[in-house]
Every structure is written in structure tokens, then in C-alpha cells.
């Protein structure tokens, strides 16, 4: 007997070959069904080899659906952070291709099966893992989606959500910052170091903070420094020195690196703590254990990731942060928009510099719109 074929749906093909007991191959109904599923396309920033900013590609990418657990998320709003610039460099390694990124606000707008506590709709942001922020959408665990405050903004979460942790990690987790004390925050009008400053000063400190020109110096001074010191113009060892009349810090917080490590130490009183959380510069020179028994120095590298591994502790940590942003204390110095499609003149700026306070990426089609 011949059997006529005739093009079916994939439905019927099931139940006629059922009906005449033809095992067919699973692929070829997974393909079927694959054909009959519309894929969806958004546009992310891609990086495919490391390099300086010219690696960061403008690409169609595919995202698919939300799996059990995770949630789809249209960015709003995307912070530039140097971590980002590490990884494009190959500072921090990860694998090729990839999308950079690791913070944003953004839209919910579908969940995964069995998820609640979620919905669409909902206003959420993230900041640490998963990497891959410099996206239209993005796929992320519903676990590091914090929910926004109505009485904060897109940009604002946007531009103070990892920045501001990290700031709470370092002036209540490192070394905790209390009336009384004297620190060194370097880079004090950048990103997180504007946040150091104005929270710092909240908690009673003397803060001293160093800067590469006169108007980061205006910037640093607004934001609760009480002396600045101007690193191209004076020796930032001597000018501590002479601020603290030889006596020191409590505590240092370098993001510089290379370029600052070694006067840092100097710079410790006593039982000082030396805070390395980036190297903007550089790696800083090895030293050794030795190095820091001079005056029973305490040198921590902390990374934020290891703060708020639990639910719990990334809540409370984004609560604090949002709590001050809401009562005024600290204050979002959102000085540089940019495309999400150009965010290679973004970390071209970054690096040269350019820019003080915060960064941030906007959606294309947000600013089409």
C-alpha cells in the first residue's frame, strides 16, 4: 500500500502517525515547533574581542523566554561602571562574546512559569551578577531583581544602585566609618567616591578626597569634602600630612590603584585600614606581608559580590541605599548621558577622564520615543 504525503500540521502529523504506529524522530517536531515560534530580536552592546573601546559592537541579539525563576526586563536605564571597563579589557576575565554590564533599571515584561511575587509591569533594578546589562532586554534571576521605590527615578536607580552599594559596603562592612574619624577617598568626584564623600560626611567623618582638576575640586567640596587636594597641582602624601598634622587616616579608599597604592600606605595612621576596591590605573605593584608592619596595617581588596551574596544582604544593602537617596542624604550626579549605542564614546570618556559623577545608558529606542 502507498501513503500519500501531504504537507500537515505538526498536530496532525502526530496523530496520523500514531493511527499507523510510524515512530518519526523528535527532532523533526522540535524543529517544526522551533519554525512555528517567532524569535525575538533586541539590540545589546557585544563585545567579541578585547580590546579599548572600538570592541564594543552595536548588535541584533536573540533573547528567548523567561525559565522557572527568572523574570524579562525591558532597561530603562543602564549605569556605566569601570568594572565594565575591566572586563572589556580582559582585566577581569570572562568568556568571548559577551555583552557588558552590571546595572539597570528596567520595565518587567514577562515572567517565568511558576514565579510569583513578580509580575509584569513591575519597576525593577539590579546591580553584581548576572553580567550583561548594555541590553534592550535582558533574561535575569527574579533573586537579585530588587523592586524601586516610586520616589526614585529610572536614571537615579539607574546611576546610584551599584555605586551606592558599594559605598555601603565600604564605609559599614570594610572598615565603619563613625564621628571622629579621618579618610582618604580618592577619585572623589567620580562615581562611587561622590557617594563616599556625601556619605561620609553624613556619618561625621573628616574627609579628605583628591582630584585631577579645579572643577571635580568644586564638585568634591559640594559633596562634603572638607579638604581637597588636587593630585596634578601637590604631592597628595605631604598635603595629608599636613592636613592631619603627621597623626594620618583611619582608613583609605583607593580606586586608583597603581598610580596611589604606595602613598596611600603612607598616608595610614596607626593601625590603619588600606581599602583597594579598583585599579583604574593599574594593578598596584605586589608588596609584601611585611609592607604592612611598619604600623599594623590592615589591606583589604574587597569586591561587592561577596556582600550581598544572600537575598537578605542585597536587600538590606539596596534598602539603605535607596532609604538615604529618598530622605536626601545622598545625592545621584548623573553629569553624562549617553546612548546605549554609544556606549564605546561612553568608556572612550570614562577612561580619558571626562567624566565626573555618574554615567548613564539610555534605551535608543527610549530616546527615539
Known sequence: MQLLLLPLPVSKIRLLSALLHVKLPIRAFTAAAAAATPVKMVKAVVIRELGGPEVLKWEDVEIGEPKEGEIRVKNKAIGVNFIDVYYRKGVYKTDLPFTPGREAVGIVTAVGPGLTGRKVGD????????????????????????????????????????????????????????????????????????????????????????????????????????????????????AVNNITTGKGVHAVYDSVGKDTFQGSLQCLASRGYMVSFGQSSGLPDPITITDLASKSFFLTRPSLMHFTATRDELLESAREVFSLVSSGVLKARINHFYPLSEAARAHADLEARKTSGSVVLVSDSDLIG
Open 123 to 238: 519597576v525593577v533594578a539590579y546591580a553584581g551578577d548576572p553580567m550583561g546589562s548594555y541590553a534592550e532586554e535582558q533574561i535575569l534571576p527574579a533573586s537579585v531583581a530588587i523592586p524601586v521605590p516610586s520616589s526614585v527615578d529610572f536614571n537615579v536607580a539607574a546611576s546610584i544602585m551599584l555605586k551606592g552599594m558599594t559605598a555601603h559596603m565600604l564605609l559599614r562592612r570594610c572598615f565603619k566609618v563613625e564621628p571622629g574619624h579621618t579618610i582618604l577617598i580618592h577619585a572623589a568626584a567620580g562615581g562611587v567616591g561622590s557617594l563616599l564623600c556625601q556619605w561620609a560626611n553624613a556619618l561625621g567623618a573628616t574627609v579628605i578626597g583628591t582630584v585631577s582638576n579645579e572643577e571635580k575640586a568644586v564638585q568634591a567640596k559640594e559633596d562634603g569634602c572638607h579638604h581637597v587636594i588636587n593630585y596634578t597641582k601637590e604631592d597628595f602624601v605631604t
